[in-house]
Each structure stands twice: as structure tokens, then as C-alpha cells.
């Protein structure tokens, strides 16, 4: 499995190697071990895992959780493609604002890890793209916050031919300047310190 750190703190992106045969084949997207080796913990508890299927041009996020409690990710695409960024959404973070991309398809078998804090999006390259997370935080809707994808101070990685489909609650998300502030976005220190908590780290 290779490991490459994003230019977002504490971001990894995994590639797993495929094993084909005359039925098909064979990946494992998450390995524990080359996890721990990467970021010096094991995976956070996983409390729900989620599957969303997308046509494209469809553009998710830029999504985080209210922090606390905050919420880590590690994601994958099954099928399709698509473009994953990350996004440092840590006020005080030496990352801020800063953001990476992973191309994510069935046969790079890229992942992603994402710590407590950052910010999540994709663009859907192809239909019937499905993408696959695991999460640390099960699901409440008002702890869920967005930052606009489209905010052109972040610049982010939405290619010239995609006319980007979004959700309501995403085409009317603030930019990463409205979201601090409101005081909307997570600290930095206060994020380090639950990462020790939700990794169990002594």
C-alpha cells in the first residue's frame, strides 16, 4: 500500500493494490497496519458508515461537522470517479485554508483520511459514481455545516466542462471568510485535542 501526505495536515491519501483475476478482483481500500504506520494511530471507532451515489457533475460540500464534537472521515470510491478534496478548515492551523485533491476511482483504488476539523467535497467525474465513508461521527443534521465549493478564494479543482449540480443547503453555504466570521469553523488546538481522544491516544 503507498502512502502520500496531502498538503492539508494530518491528511493521507492510501493507495491499495488490486488483486485481479478471471472473476474480478480484490482490494483493500483501509489496511490497520499501514494506517498506524502513516499517522502514528489507529482508525478512529467508525459509528456509521456511508455510501452516496452521484451523477455527473454533481459537487458535494464543502462539508464539516460542528466541532465539538467534530467528525473524521475515510473515504473511498467504489465505482465511478471523482475528484476528493480536503480542505483545512482549522482556524489556527499551520494548513489554513489551504486544500488537496485526490482523483478517486475503481481502478487507482486511492483513499483518503481525513482528521477531525477539515472540510470534505467531491465532484462526481462520471455517472453513477459512488463513493463510500467511513465516519467517526454518526449523523445530526444541525451539528452539519458547509462552506461553499464555489467560493473562488479557495479555488478549488472544478473542471471548466463540469456545470457543478449541487444541493440546496450547498449552492447557499457562506465562503470560507463569512464562515469565520461567524465563528462557524473549528480551532485548531481544540481539534488536536480531540484527535487524541477520538484515536485513543494515550
Known amino acids: 500500500m503507498q502512502v502520500r501526505e496531502l498538503a492539508v495536515e494530518g491528511a493521507v491519501e492510501f493507495t491499495a493494490k488490486a488483486y485481479p483475476d478471471d472473476r474480478g478482483y480484490f482490494v483493500s481500500p483501509f489496511q490497520e497496519e499501514t494506517f498506524i504506520a502513516a499517522t502514528g494511530r489507529p482508525l478512529f471507532p467508525v459509528t456509521q458508515t456511508n455510501v452516496s451515489n452521484s451523477r455527473r457533475g454533481v459537487v458535494r460540500g464543502v462539508h464539516f461537522t460542528v466541532t465539538p464534537p467534530g467528525g473524521a472521515k475515510y473515504v473511498c470510491c467504489v465505482r465511478g470517479r471523482a475528484i476528493d478534496i480536503v480542505v483545512d478548515l482549522r482556524v489556527g492551523s499551520p494548513t489554513f485554508g489551504r486544500w488537496d485533491s485526490v482523483l478517486m476511482d475503481q481502478e487507482s483504488f486511492?483513499?483518503?483520511?481525513?482528521?477531525?476539523?477539515?472540510?470534505?467535497?467531491?465532484?462526481?467525474?462520471?455517472?453513477?459514481?459512488?463513493?463510500?465513508?467511513?465516519?467517526?461521527?454518526?449523523?445530526?443534521?444541525?451539528?452539519?455545516?458547509?462552506?461553499?465549493?464555489?467560493?473562488?478564494?479557495?479555488?478549488?479543482?472544478?473542471?471548466?466542462?463540469?456545470?457543478?449540480?449541487?444541493?440546496d443547503r450547498d449552492t447557499v453555504a457562506p465562503t470560507l471568510a463569512e464562515a469565520r466570521a461567524a465563528g462557524l469553523l473549528p480551532d485548531y488546538r481544540q481539534c488536536q485535542e480531540l484527535t487524541r481522544k477520538l484515536h485513543a491516544i494515550d
Open 110 to 167: 486511492r483513499a483518503s483520511y481525513f482528521p477531525l476539523g477539515v472540510g470534505h467535497a467531491f465532484i462526481a467525474l462520471e455517472d453513477d459514481t459512488v463513493m463510500n465513508y467511513l465516519v467517526s461521527q454518526s449523523y445530526v443534521p444541525e451539528w452539519e455545516l458547509a462552506v461553499s465549493a464555489l467560493d473562488p478564494e479557495l479555488g478549488l479543482p472544478i473542471p471548466a466542462d463540469i456545470d457543478p449540480v449541487m444541493s
